[in-house]
């Protein structure tokens, strides 16, 4: 199950109504769920009073009534863990206590939105990071994942654009910006111990600009992907919008396929799986009907990757991959963004 936000958490709490969506998963036979992005203890790693905290009594009290439901009902779980970086505001207002901190201070190229964040501010960060999947393998989490992707804080030392620093976290190379991500990661290990799965969620687009590229060629995804390797990832989990589209000109290899073929470790792909449309169409609106899996499977057969994460098809239908072992698919009900509205 890919991570996927969902707002039912008041005040960062998560309720047994979410201990039972992501129970109800496990029972709908999903090999690994991904949570929902939980923030880390930072005062404005969040702009959602309703997303999850991964820190505080309260919430990991939630935390834990999740993870016991999810593996009584035989199901294997990883918190996502998120530090949201520089975020324009919700419509809402809510704001957290805290001005939002990122490398540069840049929501988005050109346009300021929070502050640069001191060496101090990114030890006591990555030290959140190291705590929170500490707290995870004590509740019984048998992984995390980090939230890498998507334009958020980590992406944003990644993103030239967003950091540009001329510190030793900054830099004109890829590798260069990886600096932040590779420590944290090197402190999350150093927290779990060696038995216990990190995955690094990593993506090319940001929700600032879907068609930022990090990496143009495979040498620049090797020097950003395999230090990371090095600091103790054991998975990649390579978001794309459409898992089939190729990564370089002259290989018809996706994301994940280049990821697994450059540093040797295991791989998720992810978009648009057994959907029509992808995930940006259906917030504006469109629904996506289920779609075949032939071209999925074809790759998954090839060994580009290990792992294939569902998102929304899930997120409709906590049913889906039994009835996909069982060939059911004309009770396959594709996703509405009506499905958002509730925990089902
Ligand atoms: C409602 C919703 C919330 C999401 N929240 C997150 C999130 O918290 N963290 C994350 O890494 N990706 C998030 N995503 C992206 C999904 O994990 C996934 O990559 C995307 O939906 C593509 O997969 P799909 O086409 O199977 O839905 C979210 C997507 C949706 C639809």
């Not at 109800?24 to 992005?37: D, K, M, N, P, T």
């Not at 190291?130 to 019984?140: E, I, N, V, Y």
């Not at 290990?189 to 990593?202: K, M």
């Amino acid at each position: 199950m890919a991570p996927m936000t969902r707002l039912f958490s008041p005040g960062g709490v998560p309720t047994p109504s979410v201990a039972d969506y992501y129970a109800r998963r496990a029972e709908g036979e999903v090999g690994l769920i991904l949570s929902e992005g939980a923030v880390i203890n930072r005062p404005a790693s969040s702009n959602d009073p309703n997303v999850p905290h991964f820190y505080g009594k309260k919430s990991l009290r939630g935390w834990k009534l999740v993870i016991d439901k999810v593996q009584a009902s035989a199901g294997v779980m990883a918190p996502q863990l998120w530090h949201m970086g520089v975020v324009s505001p919700k419509d809402s207002g809510w704001l957290p206590s805290a001005p939002f901190e990122g490398p540069s201070g840049f929501v988005a190229p050109g346009k300021i939105g929070g502050v640069a964040m001191t060496e101090h501010d990114i030890a006591e960060t990555i030290k959140a990071f190291a705590q929170a999947a500490a707290d995870a393998k004590a509740l019984g989490f048998k992984a995390v994942e980090i939230h890498g992707a998507h334009g958020y804080l980590i992406d944003q030392f990644f993103w030239h654009p967003t950091n540009q620093r001329t510190d030793g976290y900054g830099g004109q190379t890829l590798a260069e910006r990886s600096r932040f991500a590779v420590e944290l990661v090197r402190a999350v290990r150093d927290s779990v111990g060696p038995d216990f799965a990190i995955s690094l969620r990593v993506s090319q687009w940001k929700l600032q600009d879907y068609a930022a590229r990090l990496a143009t060629t495979p040498q620049e995804m090797q020097a950003w992907l395999v230090p990371l390797a090095e600091a103790g990832v054991d998975i990649f989990h390579c978001s794309q919008r459409r898992f089939w589209e190729p990564e370089f000109i002259g290989s018809d290899l996706n994301f994940a396929g280049w990821a697994k073929k450059l540093t040797g470790k295991t791989t998720i792909t992810v978009g648009s799986v057994g959907l029509s449309g992808d995930f940006l169409a259906a917030f504006r609106g469109e629904a996506s009907t289920p779609s075949s899996l032939d071209e999925l499977l074809r790759r998954f057969d090839r060994g580009d990757f290990d792992l294939v994460a569902v998102g929304r098809a899930l997120l409709a239908d906590a049913g889906w991959p039994r009835k996909i072992r069982e060939g059911r698919s004309s009770e396959l009900i594709g996703f509405t963004k009506e499905a958002l509205a509730t925990l089902t």
